[in-house]
């Protein structure tokens, strides 16, 4: 039988299902760069302006290995470097989603089975989830392109910038593939993937941060750095694309020889058998929470212990000489800081952990719907375990959960930080203080999560949604010049940047409150709606 | 008696889609209680409301004579249920999962398990994902049947058991009908409410249709008779009783009221009788008569 046969109409299937989120992902990631090019428009409306800012920049490891080196001073220039990464990411966490979702989550429901049983060949539904995920990232190079155009930059630099999204598509979309092939369940392939991204960005981080001490060669081995070395508004180097495209082929090729080998809802990797009974911790909610979420409470803490220390590694070496500048310092104030360059640093990096914190809480709270949707809340709520019991043992997660992890990544970036300058104890306490700060906002997501789920269980993503219009409003909201109002919106908006001489305690006592009524307004709906 | 179960004109919609519509059901203790249907009839959200899983719009359900809302967790210790399809966590394995429901309900068998272990010959250190769905039900079954709880609920149990499981079952259930546990049984396969259930409810678009033991709701329905006489059949059209006439030559088929019996069986003696089949409903055709004639009340 042919390999391919019914890829077509599986590729207009998953483009149906798709339609509205790939539309939501697509917009927002043409806005970005685009929004981000008007700002600057306006912003440094000067060649002075626009120099000093990427002059500052390139002195400042710190920042280098955050959002990548500026390679010159032009719009276009200055748009790459600050949303350039942080868009590549993006792209690719599209992709791994996409592709995930269209390959093993499939298998492992069993849907591709009665999808198998019809004329659709081996290699279909894998061609066919890469089609339209290639195909989503085309068609945003395009978008971004001729939106940068529109926007008066250089054709040469959009295209670039375009190519450098859809290139992003590519290697991630193939990635997926083959971690789609590697583990029978979905979140265990999701995890790989998502994996191979963080990894993908540290390396970037690591490399750009670490140009001065040689080793921005590392930058060279991450897909994502390849994005900043193709130099879009700078003098593009087109051949760049090449290793996306080889890179991409040689992992759709392993994507495929290993579908071609294993069985329809096999993974490469063998399932493992385990005890034939339960262990003493295993007899409550509680036990049964840790169960369920411990493997990923680790994943997530390792991961971000590491983000922490390279994060923390290349946070030394941030020149006194500029922050002495005034100019320079309202320029900083921009990206995410008020005092010192390395308090700057360490707010927008730990901004970012924190929204990787929330998005943990988010997911631990919603596991609580996953569990409701899949049946297995059912068999617990008609033992002897009351639905509030139940609910608590999965936000303990979701409220303990993002504590260790940002205090993990506090500790490690601490840590680093303080061996390079040598004052490991000082450093590791601020960073850590800095790092837990944020808890408050972080519980106002998993809050939002909660509320939807007691009053709106239908809704549950919407909380997806709340994440990333935060991410957005973090990242973006202060070039934008988005109103005050706006920015309020994002609880992290509200986390007062340490280390500061006096601390505001008011608006975290708000957070905590804002978050607590919400927890309590989802549990008490819980308890009153039927089950699904 | 206590009722163990008593449910008196339940109604619950879904938007639009009435599930219910004045359902009632009594199940007495120590009984094992068919709950027939054809799909989408209510039987499961009926049973979703006994576990306070789901409200009810109206009506009044009592378990063990307590709400099943307000009291859930008290009544769930009293109680072990198995869903029609069942899905375990991936990440734990038959045996773990059989341990951790039995803590949950707050005790479980080790001897029980161990024997159920083997009668169902279920190995419980796969992990879940591992498990077909037959045997996905066994663990169900396993940790629902292992407990030590006075009411089951079973909400279609052998789906997808193979038919020598389904006779462990079988046995499993009369086993536990002797230590005086209360059955509830929601099943389509007749052959098995046959087997083990005291008493019957059939259900149909959400309301109780008819409700007795096997032998009562034999009593209200139909003979097949089947007859070959000496003379030409004659006087049976429209004769009260008689459904479903067919006449070729001297032999005839028909199906005739239980309670219009004599009457009818007198006639044909009078026509002289050479042979006669008569049996009494099957449960499929009594199943199939409420499933597609419309309902006649009374």
């Given at each position: 039988?042919?390999?391919?046969?019914?890829?077509?109409?599986?590729?207009?299937?998953?483009?149906?299902?798709?339609?509205?989120?790939?539309?939501?992902?697509?917009?927002?990631?043409?806005?970005?760069?685009?929004?981000?090019?008007?700002?600057?428009?306006?912003?440094?409306?000067?060649?002075?302006?626009?120099?000093?800012?990427?002059?500052?920049?390139?002195?400042?490891?710190?920042?280098?290995?955050?959002?990548?080196?500026?390679?010159?001073?032009?719009?276009?220039?200055l748009t790459a470097w600050r949303v350039g990464t942080l868009g590549a990411l993006l792209v690719g966490l599209m992709a791994v989603l996409t592709v995930i979702r269209h390959t093993r989550?499939?298998?492992?429901?069993?849907?591709?089975?009665?999808?198998?049983?019809?004329?659709?060949?081996?290699?279909?539904?894998?061609t066919?989830?890469?089609?339209?995920?290639?195909?989503?990232?085309?068609?945003?190079?395009?978008?971004?392109?001729?939106?940068?155009?529109?926007?008066?930059?250089?054709?040469?630099?959009?295209?670039?910038?375009?190519a450098g999204f859809a290139a992003a598509a590519l290697v991630f979309a193939g990635l997926a593939g083959l971690a789609a092939q590697l583990t029978e369940g979905a979140g265990a392939a999701r995890g790989v993937a998502i994996t191979g991204l963080g990894g993908a960005f540290l390396l970037r981080v690591a490399g750009d941060g670490g140009e001065a001490s040689g080793l921005s060669w590392l930058a060279w081995l991450s897909p994502l750095g390849w994005f900043t070395r193709l130099r879009a508004f700078a003098g593009e180097r087109w051949w760049v694309l090449l290793l996306s495209a080889g890179l991409a082929g040689l992992l759709v090729l392993a994507g495929y020889g290993l579908a071609a080998r294993r069985d329809v809802g096999a993974g490469v990797l063998e399932p493992r058998i385990g005890p034939g009974s339960a262990s003493r911790g295993l007899g409550s909610p509680t036990g049964l929470a840790w169960r369920l979420h411990r493997g990923s409470l680790l994943g997530w803490g390792?991961?971000?212990?590491?983000?922490?220390?390279?994060?923390?590694?290349?946070?030394?070496?941030?020149?006194?000489?500029?922050?002495?500048?005034?100019?320079?310092?309202?320029?900083?104030?921009?990206?995410?800081?008020?005092?010192?360059?390395?308090?700057?640093?360490?707010?927008?990096?730990?901004?970012?952990?924190?929204?990787?914190?929330?998005?943990?809480?988010?997911?631990?709270?919603?596991?609580?719907?996953?569990?409701?949707?899949?049946?297995?809340?059912?068999?617990?709520?008609?033992?002897?375990?009351?639905?509030?019991?139940?609910?608590?043992?999965h936000l303990a997660f979701a409220i303990l959960g993002p504590v260790v992890i940002l205090a993990a990544a506090g500790v490690t970036a601490g840590a680093t930080f303080g061996a390079i300058t040598g004052d490991v104890g000082g450093r590791t306490l601020s960073v850590l203080g800095a790092a837990l700060i944020q808890i408050p906002a972080v519980w106002v997501l998993g809050g939002v999560a909660t509320a939807l789920f007691g009053l709106f269980p239908?809704?549950?993503?919407?909380?997806?949604?709340?994440?990333?219009?935060?991410?957005?409003?973090?990242?973006?909201?202060?070039?934008?010049q988005l109103p005050r109002w706006a920015l309020n919106l994002s609880p992290f908006t509200h986390i007062p940047r340490l280390p500061a001489p006096d601390l505001e305690l008011t608006p975290l006592i708000w957070l905590v409150g804002i978050a607590a009524a919400m927890f309590a307004a989802g549990l008490a709906a819980f308890r009153r709606r039927d089950l699904d | 008696m206590e009722s163990v179960i008593s449910i008196v004109g339940l109604d619950k919609s879904f938007g639009q889609t009435r599930a219910l519509d004045g359902l009632d059901l009594h199940v007495e203790r120590g009984e094992v209680h068919g709950f027939l249907g054809p799909n989408g009839a209510g039987k499961t959200t009926t049973i979703r409301i006994l576990l306070g899983l789901i409200r009810a719009d109206r009506g009044e359900a009592r378990l063990f004579s307590r709400d099943p809302w307000n009291d859930a967790t008290e009544l769930h210790r009293r109680l072990a249920y198995v869903p029609g399809d069942v899905t375990l966590w991936a990440n734990l394995t038959g045996g773990e999962v059989i341990d951790l429901l039995g803590r949950l309900r707050g005790g479980l068998d080790p001897v029980k398990r161990k024997d159920l272990l083997e009668r169902f010959d279920l190995d419980p250190t796969k992990k879940g994902r591992?498990?077909?769905?037959?045997?996905?039900?066994?663990?169900?079954?396993?940790?629902?049947?292992?407990?030590?709880?006075?009411?089951?609920?079973?909400?279609?149990?052998?789906?997808?058991?193979?038919?020598?499981?389904?006779?462990?079952?079988?046995?499993?259930?009369?086993?536990?009908?002797?230590?005086?546990?209360?059955?509830?049984?929601?099943?389509h396969i007749l052959a098995e409410v046959e087997a083990l259930c005291d008493r019957i409810s059939i259900v149909r678009e959400g309301r109780t249709v008819e409700s007795g033991t096997l032998a009562q709701l034999r009593h209200l329905t139909r003979t097949t008779?089947?007859?070959?006489?000496?003379?030409?059949?004659?006087?049976?059209?429209?004769?009260?009783?008689?459904?479903?006439?067919?006449?070729?030559?001297?032999?005839?088929?028909?199906?005739?009221?239980?309670?219009?019996?004599?009457?009818?069986?007198?006639?044909?003696?009078?026509?002289?009788?050479?042979?006669?089949?008569?049996?009494?409903?099957?449960l499929e055709e009594l199943f199939m008569r409420h499933y597609r004639d419309e309902v006649v009340p009374g």
């Open positions: 039988m042919n390999g391919l046969a019914g890829t077509g109409s599986l590729v207009g299937f998953i483009a149906r299902r798709e339609r509205v989120r790939l539309a939501v992902w697509i917009l927002i990631l043409t806005v970005l760069p685009i929004g981000t090019a008007r700002a600057f428009l306006g912003l440094y409306a000067t060649d002075q302006a626009r120099e000093q800012l990427a002059r500052t920049v390139a002195s400042n490891p710190a920042m280098v290995g955050l959002l990548g080196p500026v390679y010159g001073s032009t719009i276009g220039a989550e499939e298998e492992e429901t069993g849907r591709r089975e009665l999808i198998g049983s019809t004329v659709v060949g081996r290699q279909a539904p894998l066919a989830a890469l089609t339209v995920t290639v195909g989503a990232g085309l068609i945003l190079g395009l978008l971004v392109a001729g939106g940068l155009m529109g926007t008066g930059l250089p054709v040469g630099g959009a295209v670039a910038f375009g390792i991961g971000l212990a590491v983000v922490g220390a390279v994060f923390g590694s290349v946070a030394d070496g941030i020149g006194e000489l500029i922050a002495d500048n005034p100019q320079m310092a309202v320029i900083f104030e921009r990206l995410g800081g008020e005092r010192g360059l390395t308090d700057a640093f360490f707010s927008a990096a730990l901004g970012i952990v924190a929204v990787v914190a929330a998005a943990f809480a988010v997911r631990a709270a919603l596991r609580m719907r996953v569990e409701e949707e899949a049946g297995r809340a059912e068999p617990v709520l008609v033992t002897a375990t009351p639905r509030l019991r139940w609910a608590g043992s239908r809704f549950t993503a919407l909380s997806w949604a709340a994440l990333v219009a935060c991410l957005l409003l973090g990242q973006l909201g202060e070039i934008l | 591992a498990y077909s769905k037959g045997n996905r039900q066994k663990v169900a079954l396993v940790a629902a049947l292992a407990s030590d709880v006075e009411l089951l609920i079973l909400d279609e149990p052998t789906a997808g058991l193979d038919p020598l499981m389904e006779a462990e079952f079988r046995a499993v259930i009369n086993e536990d009908r002797h230590d005086g546990r209360t059955v509830l049984l929601a099943s008779i089947a007859a070959d006489l000496e003379a030409t059949p004659a006087g049976l059209v429209g004769l009260p009783g008689v459904h479903d006439l067919k006449v070729t030559d001297h032999r005839v088929e028909m199906e005739v009221d239980s309670d219009r019996l004599g009457e009818v069986l007198s006639h044909l003696a009078d026509l002289g009788i050479r042979g006669l089949v008569s049996h009494p409903p099957t």
